[in-house]
């Protein structure tokens, strides 16, 4: 179990494939990003593409396997927010867009609780310091829309930060008709315009 509190500034900057870096994977496992979220923005035509990469630890509060009772409901909770992708983001209703497809991944390591039947408590800490040590998990949202009237797309507001207080930051990268934009929302700007 870490406590991310050691961010330096300079890992703020840097993006999330850092956690794959081999120079990273024998140091201190406070090193990756929290609290940063990524969405790309995607339009070709009417179709619409949304994908949002969030640290599992702004999602759940953690980024291992669930072990307790507590922390399997907090991922199946997750999971129920993070498929309704109404919940995750607010269209112009003029926009007239509709869900096509939604798809959710994430890489928190797959471990359930019957696989430490039989072994004492020292292994189980162990085991866990270890998950913890290679681990950084991510959830990954794809969310496709069909948009009868894309010309009146003028903007995106993101109700993320309701949900998932811990995250800070939401790194926006778009390509739309209107070119390319990058920017950073917050809890006190979540509104993207394109
Ligand atoms: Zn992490």
Known sequence: MHTHKLRAASWLLASTAVCSLPSWANTQHDAHVHGQVELNIAQDGNDL???????????????????????????????????????LFVLPAEARCSLQDSHITHTLPSHSDDEHEGHDEHEHEHEHEHEDHHGHAEFSVQSVYRCEQIQELGQLTLNWFSHFPATENIQVQAISDKGQKATTLNAAQPVFRF
Do not use: N, R, W
């Open 49 to 87: 593409l949304l994908e949002i990469t969030a640290p599992a630890s702004d999602v759940l509060g953690f980024e291992h396997a669930p072990h307790t009772e507590a922390e399997q409901q907090a991922l199946s909770t997750a999971l129920q927010q993070l498929k309704q992708p109404a919940s």
